[in-house]
């Protein structure tokens, strides 16, 4: 079976709305499934140089999936090999939710393996 890497990364500057209202951090962190494909989420690294916890959200087809918390000044690595299949016309995106008015930038790194 023939698989290919997907990889949704990059360093972002943010502004914090609250922790209760993540905001989509920026369009280079969404992915689409092609039609006939699947693929899974592989595993998910952040970095968080900050002062104050942050948390990435996985948004499947616009509703929440998973939840990665990173604290102030730590990162986070959460495999994710088998967790679940995302099927052809899956749409996921990476938001971010941090305090109010907290101004930082964010390291994500997202992996899926698509076949």
């Known amino acids: 079976m023939h698989s290919t890497p997907r990889f949704l990364q990059g360093v972002f500057t943010f502004e914090g709305h609250g922790l209760k209202t993540p905001v989509?951090?920026?369009?280079?962190?969404?992915?689409?499934?092609p039609p006939g494909a699947t693929a899974q989420?592989?595993?998910f690294?952040?970095?968080n140089p900050t002062d104050e916890?942050?948390?990435?959200?996985?948004?499947?087809?616009g509703a929440?999936?998973?939840?990665?918390?990173?604290?102030?000044?730590?990162?986070?690595?959460?495999p994710l090999r088998v967790v679940e299949d995302l099927l052809g016309d899956t749409e996921i995106e990476l938001w971010?939710?941090?305090p109010e008015g907290l101004e930082g930038s964010v390291?994500?790194?997202?992996?899926?393996?698509?076949?």
Not at 24 to 33: C, H, Q, T
Not at 53 to 61: A, E, K, N, P
Not at 65 to 74: E, K, L
């Open 96 to 98: 971010l939710a941090a």
């Open 64 to 78: 929440p999936m998973r939840y990665f918390p990173i604290g102030a000044r730590s990162d986070v690595h959460v």
């Open 45 to 47: 690294r952040g970095g």
């Open 107 to 115: 390291v994500v790194d997202f992996g899926l393996i698509e076949f």
């Open 24 to 33: 989509a951090l920026d369009p280079s962190l969404a992915y689409r499934v």
């Open 53 to 61: 916890l942050v948390y990435v959200q996985l948004i499947r087809d």
């Open 41 to 43: 989420p592989v595993y």
